[in-house]
């Protein structure tokens, strides 16, 4: 709900981007991932990690559908992402990682490369930057993803396809990409 009622809002406020007084694309993207970030810590540390991991109730699984289990913190985001793909709200959001499970998850473009090395590289600082694609010039963001959960890191540890194996608590295991049109 309170995504929904932010995604409205924020596609209101890029409907004026093109205006000298709207809000500026840095700003913006700070704000999006400051939603994006909060939903899925919420959603890592108050549901599964207190469901699986505390109180044992019900497991998260990738294939969570097939095996009544919970979406991993990461699928919550993607479909998240893909819902407001389909709302048209003027942007668009990604959790992408150099060491991605899922292949459909590792960086797409030459920016995408050089901002998830940057956020690696230099801990807790972000990565702005400006690309072309197509015929549309975007503002793109990326944030730092942070292991915030033991469940983070075992996962993504234990997982037989996961090209790398030695992630630990408060590594930066990837990055949320926030892109929309200048």
């Not at 919420?42 to 549901?47: A, G, L, P, Q």
Request: glycine share 6%.
């Amino acid at each position: 709900m309170r995504t929904r009622a932010f995604v409205l809002a924020i596609a209101a406020a890029l409907s004026g981007c093109g205006e000298k007084a709207g809000i500026e694309p840095q700003r913006m993207a700070d704000a999006i991932f400051a939603v994006i970030e909060a939903d899925r810590a919420s959603y890592t540390n108050f549901v599964v990690n207190r469901l699986q991991n505390e109180e044992k109730v019900i497991k998260a699984d990738e294939h969570w559908k097939d095996n009544q289990a919970l979406p991993l913190p990461a699928q919550m985001m993607r479909m998240g992402a893909e819902r407001v793909a389909e709302q048209e709200a003027g942007f668009n959001y990604a959790l992408l990682s150099q060491w991605a499970i899922n292949k459909q998850n590792k960086p797409r473009t030459d920016l995408e490369r050089q901002g998830l090395s940057f956020i690696v590289d230099n801990p807790g600082q972000n990565f702005y930057g400006t690309e072309t694609l197509g015929d549309t010039e975007y503002f793109t963001a990326i944030y730092p993803d942070v292991a915030v959960s033991p469940a983070c890191v075992s996962c993504h540890n234990d997982h037989v396809d996961s090209p790398r194996k030695d992630f630990e608590l408060g590594q930066t295991m990837g990055g949320v990409v926030i892109r929309f049109p200048m």
